[in-house]
Nanobody, 120 residues
Framework: QVQLVESGGGLVQPGGSLRLSCTAS????????MGWYRQAPGDQRELVAR???????SYADSVKGRFTISRDNAKNAVYLQMNSLKPEDTAVYYC??????????????WGQGTQVTVSS
């Protein structure tokens, strides 16, 4: 079993910043890509940012230049620094990871989600 726990969401005014954190724990041999997704009410879950184990990053067009994804491999953690937040960034943000267990199985767990609300 591999678990992901997110933290760092909250209410922020437009133009403000938030930093999300996600830590993986459990039966982990290695973690490949890690990413952040978000889902607004009535919308499908969408990829926000992704980072490989080697540090290659990719972003949704809507957040390029404003969000930065990073990871700490030693801590099995991934972070999302969100700057210049807009009301349209309001959503539940989910952490996701592709992990390999000691038994060689690949699993792709989700975190429980953390609410980000951008409003004045």
């Amino acid at each position: 079993q591999v678990q992901l726990v997110e933290s760092g969401g909250g209410l922020v005014q437009p133009g403000g910043s938030l930093r999300l954190s996600c830590t993986a724990s459990g039966s982990i041999f290695s973690i490949n890509a890690m990413g952040w997704y978000r889902q607004a009410p009535g919308d499908q879950r969408e990829l926000v940012a992704r980072i490989t184990s080697g540090g290659d990053r990719s972003y949704a067009d809507s957040v390029k230049g404003r969000f930065t994804i990073s990871r700490d491999n030693a801590k099995n953690a991934v972070y999302l620094q969100m700057n210049s937040l807009k009301p349209e960034d309001t959503a539940v943000y989910y952490c996701n990871a592709l992990a390999r267990t000691p038994g060689g199985t690949f699993v792709r767990p989700w975190g429980q989600g953390t609410q980000v609300t951008v409003s004045s």
